[in-house]
């Protein structure tokens, strides 16, 4: 049995660089930090979200915990991106290790923390879920456990925004809620562990770049929300630790690899009413696209050193990894490509496969992570060419309001449009993940995995 409280905070596209007189909550937990300042933290490539939020949860790497990137191919050879499942992540969570060794008198909160679902160890949850009608229309939600407190959330904070959560319109309001959600459990609630996700930061700087303007207003809004939290902590004696899962460098520089291997004759698509769909199942070689890394599937394991030698030629592409590197890198497991493809700093993976934008398939000009065979942030944006793209996401809606079908096509297919990505380890560890802990002395040298075993010692002592 333990009393102590720790709430993680997840500050994603926090670095230390980021941190000074213009955050001033965040620089007073740096110069409270036990070890004098704010702590770069090594983390698992590719560094990205699934991958790293695995990393801090199990203590292992990608090798061991099976969340290679943010999507993979799947066992019924589907693409599938984004899936929040418990089931996905392989190996014991620190909660389930903390539950197991002090009762069930330990508590856990998980607040948009991935692989949430299905994560019945942990006493509160709650997560982004809509709901799916069988004529396709969507209605926005929340899903978590228990019931009560889910109602309890929205009686208190409203209906998540979850049209600012991604999309276009993605902006501070869903970190907003997030971030009372998680001071309202820490203050009703007082689990021992709260695992808290704000991605404030993610949506400006992959749109603008981490230098513009708009960025600069999300930091100052993070720290605002950091703020927050710290109150509700301060007032129920729970300690913070804050970290990051990567930082977010500029690109100028789209690489399109499954057009290039569509070229080659190794990439197949099925042609049909709703444009053209990527067949994986006649491919030979296809790219699962994640920011600055892809996982690169070969069926023919006699053509790889081709598509190694290929894909080292390419403009835009920084290393190619082969089973050595995955090896030496914890990147060997089964759901990785055969090759993992890093790009250039300056540039990174789009999952086009098409030749012509008028036969692009349908999802490509909508916002439909699940849908897409890679991340696609080009959906934070509303089509340039669109006079008028609101009014136009608003009729559509009025369709899906009335009972009718709808397509809700106003995302671009500009690619050079994105000025910020990620997955690569950082330049330099200024420009990396961050870790902060003010209340607790953290390891030495920290990495991603050492998170889990140092927190359970902190509940043992």
Not at 125 to 146: E, L, T
Request: hydrophobic share 35%.
């Amino acid at each position: 049995m333990t009393s102590e409280r720790i709430c993680l905070i997840n500050a994603v596209g926090l670095t230390p660089e980021l941190i000074g007189e213009h955050t001033p909550v965040l620089q007073s937990l740096a110069e409270a930090d036990e070890s004098g300042g704010a702590q770069p933290l090594s983390g698992p490539t590719p560094a990205v979200t699934l991958t790293s939020q695995a990393s801090v949860l199990t203590g292992t790497d990608p090798a061991e915990h099976g969340a290679v990137a943010n999507g993979w191919l799947y066992d019924t050879q589907e693409i599938r991106v984004w899936q929040q499942a418990r089931q996905l992540m392989q190996g014991e969570a620190i909660y389930e290790a903390a539950a197991e060794e002090f009762g069930d008198s330990f508590t856990t909160a998980l607040i948009f923390s991935w692989f949430s679902q299905g994560a019945l160890d942990a006493d509160y949850r709650v997560v982004p879920k809509p709901w799916y009608g069988s004529d396709g229309s969507k209605v926005f939600d929340i899903h978590g456990a228990p019931d009560s407190y889910l109602r309890d959330l929205k009686d208190d904070l409203g209906e998540f925004p979850f049209h600012t959560f991604w999309g276009p319109q993605s902006g501070s309001e869903a970190t907003e809620w997030i971030a009372d959600a998680t001071a309202k459990t820490l203050r009703e609630r007082r689990p021992n562990l709260t695992v808290s996700y704000l991605p404030v930061l993610d949506y400006p700087f992959q749109k603008y770049g981490p230098d513009h303007p708009k960025s600069r207003e999300a930091l100052a809004t993070l720290d605002e929300y950091v703020g927050r939290i710290r109150e509700a902590a301060n007032e129920t004696d729970t300690k913070l630790v804050l970290f990051s899962e990567y930082g977010i460098t500029p690109v100028s520089r789209p690489v399109h690899l499954n057009r290039l291997f569509r070229e080659q004759g190794w990439l197949s698509v099925r042609h049909g009413p709703f444009g053209e769909q990527l067949d994986v199942h006649q491919s030979e070689v296809f790219a699962v696209a994640d920011h600055q890394v892809a996982h690169v599937y070969v069926r023919d394991p006699d053509r790889i050193s081709t598509v190694k030698s290929l894909l080292a030629d390419v403009d835009g592409v920084g290393e190619v990894w082969g089973e050595a590197e995955k090896e030496e890198r914890g990147l060997d497991h089964a759901r990785s490509g055969e090759l993992v493809a890093l790009a250039e700093r300056d540039s990174w993976f789009t999952y086009y496969f098409w030749f012509n934008d008028d036969r692009a398939p349908d999802y490509a000009r909508s916002v439909a992570i699940h849908d897409k065979p890679g991340y696609d942030p080009v959906e934070m944006f509303y089509d340039p060419e669109l006079r008028y793209p609101k009014l136009k996401a608003g009729l559509s809606l009025a369709k899906k309001k009335l009972g009718f079908r709808y397509r809700m096509s106003v995302i671009p297919l500009d690619a050079s449009l994105i000025e910020g990505s990620h997955g690569l380890p950082p330049a330099s560890p200024e420009k990396g993940p961050v870790l902060l802990s003010p209340d607790l002395t953290p390891p030495a040298d920290p990495e991603m995995t050492d998170i889990k075993p140092w927190l359970l010692e902190q509940y043992r002592s």
